[in-house]
Structure formats: structure tokens, C-alpha cells
């Protein structure tokens, strides 16, 4: 596991093998992580700049299809 960018008590993107996943932290009183594999695009967007970390993890976070019901 190769930690690529993070914000603390937001987010981790780490590499693991083959595939990058995003560490989400979520919640307010009961605090939970949900696992999230990036897609190609977001990889190829995330190696152009680090700073498009925070772009990514807010784009998985409004995609109801990728994040933790609620």
C-alpha cells in the first residue's frame, strides 16, 4: 500500500496493487469510512496533479451511486 494523497479526517487515496482506492471518512457523530476504486479517468487525473485529489474525492462524494447511504 502506497499512500498517493491525503487530507487527515477527509480522505486517504492509497494505492494497492493494481487498483488506487479513495478512504472516504464520513459522517458526523458516528464516523465511518467507505472504500471507493477510482476509475481510469480520475487515476489519469489524479497523475497530472495531486491537487486534483480534492476534486475527485468531492465528485465520488456527490455521486449517490458511489457513496455510502445515507
Not at 491525503?6 to 479513495?22: H, S
Not at 456527490?62 to 445515507?70: I, N, V
Request: glycine letters at 2%; a negative charge.
Amino acid at each position: 500500500m502506497k499512500v498517493i494523497a491525503e487530507k487527515p479526517w477527509d480522505y486517504c487515496i492509497e494505492a494497492r496493487g493494481d487498483e488506487v482506492i479513495a478512504v472516504i471518512v464520513n459522517g458526523s457523530s458516528a464516523i465511518y469510512l467507505t472504500e471507493v476504486a477510482l476509475s481510469e479517468d480520475e487515476i489519469r487525473l489524479l497523475r497530472q496533479d495531486e491537487n486534483n485529489a480534492d476534486l475527485i474525492i468531492e465528485k465520488i462524494k456527490r455521486d449517490r451511486s458511489r457513496s455510502p447511504a445515507r
